[in-house]
């Protein structure tokens, strides 16, 4: 078989695996090996910001049937009086959209029946190692791989004392030894044999060997007159553990933090009816908004018209012209972070008609152009509400990187996120977006200029990983800010 050499990738591709294997907390080989299955599949991932990462990492989920299910757990009952809860259990993890299988041990057939357990879970219930039905194609191996976590519960003193041990002789057992999955045991079991030396030295090495535990709890045991540790969960704790380790939290490296961004174009009224604008879509900033919001910023949108739906759990304040969108912006700080991307328009109608210009054979209305206010100049330059990082747009046509330069210094900001909007770039209006990020070095006023060049990528692209480098630099505090 022939081997892939990561940094002889072309850099596009690198970037693309990064951000793709960064989202989904895999290495980059991993992702490979997650793509070229989704190919062979014929399906590919879609590329969304922040989105919560799959149910496992350590290999591909097989296909399931029933669209709805999020995730698939094989659970084990075990032979105790706390079996009872599993059939409860059964049902609270089909509330989170989670597929049970469900294993009885010969003990557990004792406490419940395989039949209320299939009524519960909607499928197969599995008590046979030696089933000839489900053993011509290794059942047990099938019922230890096809899906993201095996829970047992509850976890008997025997059933874990086999499993520290590594013994294969029922079906619960030899699926735990068969896995390569996360497994959850919920123990439930008499004090005086959960204290039992042994069963603590069980404990110890499978926790060592990396299978996690919830409870026991502690209270009163079925033994009339007996309590202490030993209670299993109850079922929405094991429930609750079980969704945790199957959905990690997403990270959110900026929660805590205030984020403004502009975006759109202004429209700059000539009379009641008409205005100058431009080609602007807001699309690159309203992707930034998006993914500054799964990164957990608090985020304010100042927008000019566009024909966008507001993102989620964002704030949108929508505004027609330049002093409109000055005024917010002004109103929504202090901000941790400000990011103007608006195509704000340079100039305006002095000698804007308070009636609709009507033609004449004088010819054509003069109209006495103004300049607007420079937002993003106004807001680098303050003294005291300057937000300790600010970052403009440059879109060129010609001289990119040094018309980005020189705005930078004029402008006063940190960063300028240069792009080339001539025409056949498709940029203006399009989905994707060519950037170079420029920067001066450690953020000091006048430090060496650094030019990072991205390659092509979809806006939502390019600000996913804006909102990464924006989080690296604001959490990395031995960085001075440039004012
Ligand atoms: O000068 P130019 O329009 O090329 O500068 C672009 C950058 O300045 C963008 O970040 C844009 O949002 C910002 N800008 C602004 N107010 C203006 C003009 C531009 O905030 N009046």
Known sequence: ???????????????????????????????????????????????????????????????????????????????????????????????????????????????????????????RVYTDLFDPQSEFDAGHIRLARECDMIVVAPATADL???????????????????TNRKILLAPAMNPLMWNNAATRRNVAQLQRDGVVLIGPNSGEMAEAGEAGVGRMSEAVEIANAAERLLRPPVPRPLAGKRVLITAGPTHEPIDPVRFIANRSSGKQGFAI??????????????????????????????????????????????ADIAIFAAAVADWRVANEGEQKLKKTSAGMPPLQLVENPDILATISKLTDKRPPLVIGFAAETEHLIDNAKSKLARKGCDWIVANDVSPATGVMGGDRNTVHLISRQNGAKDGEI??????????EQVAIELVARVATRVTDTSREPSS
Not at 304 to 325: F, I, K, N
């Open 160 to 178: 874990m004392a086999k499993m520290a041990n590594g013994h294969a002789d029922d079906l619960a057992s030899a699926i735990l030894l068969a």
């Open 450 to 459: 650094e030019v990072d060049s991205w390659p092509v990528m979809t806006k």
């Open 1 to 123: 078989m022939a081997s892939l050499t990561i940094r002889k990738l072309d850099e596009s591709v690198k970037t693309y695996l990064r951000l793709r294997s960064a989202r989904n907390r895999r290495s980059v080989e991993e992702e490979v090996r997650v793509i070229l299955g989704e190919l062979i599949e014929g399906r590919e991932e879609p590329l969304t910001p922040f989105a919560a990462p799959p149910a496992t990492s350590t290999a591909p989920t097989p296909q399931r049937t029933g669209a709805v299910s999020e995730a698939s757990i094989t659970l084990i009952i075990g032979g105790g009086i706390a079996a009872y809860k599993s059939l409860d259990l059964i049902r609270r993890l089909k509330e989170r959209r989670i597929e049970v299988r469900c294993v009885l041990t010969k003990a557990a057939q004792q406490f419940v029946t395989p039949l209320a357990a299939s009524a519960l879970s909607h499928e």
């Open 289 to 334: 908004a998006a993914a500054a919001q799964a990164a957990g910023a608090e985020v304010i949108l100042v927008s000019g018209p566009v024909d966008l739906a507001d993102p989620a759990g964002v704030t949108v304040r929508h505004v027609e012209s330049a002093r409109q969108m000055l005024e917010q912006v002004q109103a929504a700080l202090p």
